[in-house]
């Protein structure tokens, strides 16, 4: 049992490349989030899929967009990465109304040159 | 003021000591509180739900004060793996979640 898996562990892009961060969950979970960790800031919700077909804006989405592929993938899209973005990213999973324990991927660490 | 503060540390303990941290939420409609542990470049997993009675896992206790607005964590006889930090997450609605920015514990032989 994975759990959530992420890919890739760690890049490093130029200003103005594009990616795509994937994830995946085997849990059957309903609900699925990514996150940015910055220093001294906590992790940061980017956007969530409450359950497959949607997907809603967290905290701090500009300049990223997702897909909800199936129940369990989830990918974030930087189309423009901007040093800024220079982070820890962690996709997480959960199924809302049982205790919000939410599961997260072993991150990727992402820089921005 | 923010939603969850914490304080950062880092709180610098002996093995066996009594450590205890505490956590602020602004929000008095928060429904649900954890603890989440997060080791040195690794993901944050949850160590433990935050119940209104109190709750207690082995050298872990938990504490809910809904009239103050704070949750506390107390780890008793601490141990060296215990070094790590801990992260306070509140849920105020659905799918409405804030995480702490953590406090870092680290235990000294």
């Known amino acids: 049992n994975a759990g959530v898996t992420q890919t890739p562990k760690f890049q490093v892009l130029k200003t103005g490349q594009s990616m795509t961060l994937q994830c995946a969950q085997d849990m059957n979970h309903n609900s699925m989030y990514w996150y940015r960790q910055d220093p001294g800031m906590g992790l940061r919700l980017i956007y969530y899929?409450?359950?497959?077909?949607?997907?809603d804006k967290g905290e701090v989405p500009n300049g990223y967009n997702v897909s909800r592929l199936n129940k369990r993938e989830f990918s974030l899209r930087l189309e423009s990465a901007a040093p800024s973005q220079t982070s820890v990213y962690f996709c997480?999973?959960?199924?809302?109304?049982?205790?919000?324990?939410?599961?997260f991927g072993p991150g990727t660490r992402l820089t921005v040159t | 003021r923010k939603e969850v503060e914490q304080d950062p540390g880092p709180f610098n303990v002996p093995e066996g000591a009594t450590v205890a941290f505490n956590c602020t939420y602004s929000?008095?409609?928060?429904?649900?509180f954890f603890w989440y542990r997060q080791d040195c470049r690794k993901e944050p997993k949850l160590l433990m739900s935050?119940?209104?009675s109190g709750n207690e896992d082995g050298r872990f206790t938990a504490q809910l004060n809904r009239a103050s607005q704070y949750i506390s964590l107390l780890i008793r006889d601490s141990k060296l793996s215990d070094s790590a930090t801990y992260l306070c997450v509140v849920n105020w609605g659905y799918q409405k979640v804030t995480f702490g920015i953590g406090t870092k514990l680290q235990v000294i032989p």
């Open positions: 899929s409450a359950s497959e077909g949607t997907t």
């Open positions: 929000n008095s409609a928060s429904q649900s």
């Open positions: 997480a999973s959960s199924e809302p109304g049982m205790s919000y324990e939410q599961y």
């Open positions: 935050v119940y209104s």
